[in-house]
């Protein structure tokens, strides 16, 4: 069965930085783009970052841009999401999905219903 496991969240002060990571249970994930979504409490799950089956081919949510930086190790069957700079406005429980569609270039990102495949979720809490 296929699963994804997300690992690496926790309780930061603002300023600092988490790595989250997304193990997937099969390489055959690497061929499809793969995200990351979060949803704070009483908000509806939003989009964070995506990251095609050719690696520079990522989009970013405008709160995303410039802090978090999604890639992937194809041999680890493994994407990442590297947060710097976390602010408490990103505490939230942070959701690995992917699609089940092959794209050479770009993709559909955005959208939840993009992606057939989601992680149970890791929390994270940014606080002083």
């Known amino acids: 069965q296929e699963h994804l496991t997300e690992s690496g969240g926790g309780t930061v002060q603002p300023g600092e930085s988490l790595r989250l990571s997304c193990l997937t249970s099969?390489?055959?994930?690497?061929?499809?783009?793969m995200a990351w979504f979060r949803q704070a409490p009483g908000k509806q799950r939003e989009f964070v970052a995506a990251?095609?089956?050719?690696?520079?081919?990522?989009y970013y949510a405008d709160s995303a841009k410039g802090r978090f930086t999604i890639s992937r190790d194809n041999d680890k069957s493994t994407v990442f999401l590297q947060m710097n700079n976390l602010r408490p406005e990103d505490t939230a429980k942070y959701f690995c999905?992917?699609?089940?569609?092959?794209?050479?270039?770009?993709?559909?990102?955005?959208?939840?219903?993009?992606?057939?495949?989601w992680g149970q979720g890791i929390q994270v809490f940014v606080s002083s």
């Open positions: 999905a992917a699609q089940s569609t092959f794209y050479q270039n770009s993709f559909p990102y955005a959208g939840e219903a993009n992606y057939a495949f």
């Open positions: 990251i095609g089956w050719i690696p520079d081919n990522v």
């Open positions: 099969s390489r055959t994930f690497m061929r499809y783009p």
